[in-house]
């Protein structure tokens, strides 16, 4: 009967301190997209995808796993198997950030393969929207960011206005939670302007950088410098739209 009575208050004892230990609550924020949102090896340096940075900003509270992949569209995400073994894993309380666009609007012969009808671009959303409800995720939806277009007045060009529209529109029906990229960084390159946007970009010259020797023109891809900026338009709707996952930003320490 002692004996019976020491394990008692002994099992009473464990179960009282694993009532204070960490359960596993632990919120995932997963990133699915394209090549301007996605990780890069150090090779590719100085080429950032904005979710490189932007992981950087949030607390270790959070996990956040980048599965955006360079040339994927909505349809070769879903077909290539790649948004299944989200789903699979994904636990009530995470995010999805959806940022696709880029690819689905790819017309030409080399790009047949990613094309998506502007129709099809919104079934493909939609379905992220309600398989990610259907987890009890938390779905937000991203409008592509912009390339570095201008016209011959020094005005940026809107280079996603179907796809983003669609985006939008798809945000609205489903009460879906929705970051415009396309809009804000439009305003944030406009404001660098024609010569200075190229700071943004990989714009290099011939033997500045080890990895491109030859140099390189793409107005479509970020550096770092561009991938922070675009990263912190991005947090900065985050907390405009009052989502819980504001609260998980990584706050500024007063100088004292």
């Given at each position: ?125 939609q379905r992220f929207i309600a398989e990610t409800n259907g987890r009890k995720g938390i779905p ?56 200075y946007s190229k700071l943004l970009y990989m714009n290099l010259d011939s033997m500045a950088n080890p990895h491109y020797p030859a140099g390189l023109k793409d107005n479509t ?36």
């Amino acid at each position: 009967m002692q004996l019976l009575k020491k394990y008692g208050l002994l099992i009473v004892v464990i179960l009282a301190g694993t009532a204070f230990l960490p359960h596993d609550k632990n919120v995932t924020v997963w990133m699915i997209g394209d090549s301007t949102m996605c990780k890069y090896s150090p090779d590719r340096a100085p080429m950032t995808g904005w979710g490189m940075p932007f992981a950087l900003f949030f607390d270790s509270s959070l996990t956040i796993e980048n599965k955006a992949a360079g040339g994927r569209s909505t349809r070769t995400f879903i077909n290539e198997k790649r948004w299944q073994p989200i789903v699979e894993s994904m636990k009530g309380g995470d995010y999805v950030l959806i940022q696709f666009g880029h690819n689905d609007e790819a017309t030409g012969e080399r790009y047949k393969d990613r094309y998506t009808p502007v129709a099809d671009f919104k079934i493909n959303l939609q379905r992220f929207i309600a398989e990610t409800n259907g987890r009890k995720g938390i779905p937000v939806l991203i409008t592509p960011v912009t390339r570095r277009v201008f016209d011959k007045d020094g005005n940026i060009k809107e280079t996603h206005k179907e796809y983003s529209a669609a985006v939008r529109e798809v945000a609205q029906a489903t009460n879906t939670p929705l970051i415009d990229l396309d809009e804000r960084s439009r305003e944030l390159v406009q404001s660098f302007g024609p010569i200075y946007s190229k700071l943004l970009y990989m714009n290099l010259d011939s033997m500045a950088n080890p990895h491109y020797p030859a140099g390189l023109k793409d107005n479509t891809h970020f550096n770092e410098y561009g991938a922070r900026l675009m990263a912190a338009l991005v947090l900065q709707e985050i907390k405009k739209l009052n989502i819980a996952l504001a609260d998980n930003i990584i706050k500024p320490v007063a100088k004292k």
